[in-house]
């Protein structure tokens, strides 16, 4: 998927856009389809693209390792440079410039003056994903010592007290 940013015509240039999201490594289970929906805009030395992307992902919990399907919706504003330009925008810069915001949001597009919508939204969804991903929020994982998933049920394993409350009510009965 591809958006011609160096032919469009007029300064301003809506995308609506569906596509099958391409595999991805560490997403599971089925694929889903992207929307983009944003708005392209020609600016003096480039282009502006900002809008939305939605889409759902597989995502093994950190906790139980179970696969769950999670709604991805995110905003994202990247500014293009113009084709034929230096292929980084700290190239020819001395090596201790700080770069500033404007010149680290700056993309590239391809050689042939596109925006590859693919890649695109592969890189904001990455960007979005959580470190630490869970199945629901009160997952309770798996037992530590015989692997059973405590969502689905208990094990015969005992598990050593470590809830604070309970040890200071222990520490108050040794007392007496
Ligand atoms: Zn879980
Ligand atoms: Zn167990």
């Known amino acids: 998927m591809y958006i011609h940013a160096s032919q469009m015509r007029g300064s301003t240039h809506p995308v609506d856009m569906f596509f099958l999201r391409p595999p991805m490594e560490g997403i599971e289970g089925r694929s889903d389809t992207i929307r983009i929906t944003a708005t392209l805009r020609r600016e003096e030395d480039g282009y502006l693209f900002a809008g939305h992307i939605a889409t759902s992902v597989g995502l093994a919990c950190a906790l139980c390792n179970s696969v769950s399907q999670q709604v991805v919706e995110l ?44 890649r695109f939204s592969k890189d904001q969804i990455y960007l979005s994903l959580p470190l630490q991903p869970r199945c629901r929020r009160d997952c309770r994982g798996l037992c530590s010592l015989c692997g059973t998933d405590l969502n689905n049920g208990t094990c015969a394993c005992t598990l050593p007290v470590s809830d604070p409350r309970l040890a200071a009510l222990a520490q108050l009965r040794n007392r007496f």
């Not at 500014?79 to 034929?84: A, D, F, I, K």
């Not at 680290?104 to 925006?115: K, N, P, T, W, Y």
């Open 75 to 118: 905003d994202f504003s990247l500014r293009y440079g113009l084709t034929g330009r230096t292929g980084s925008p700290s190239v020819g810069l001395p090596e201790d410039h700080e770069l500033t915001t404007e010149e680290c949001d700056m993309a590239e597009l391809d050689d042939q003056g596109r925006i590859d919508l693919t």
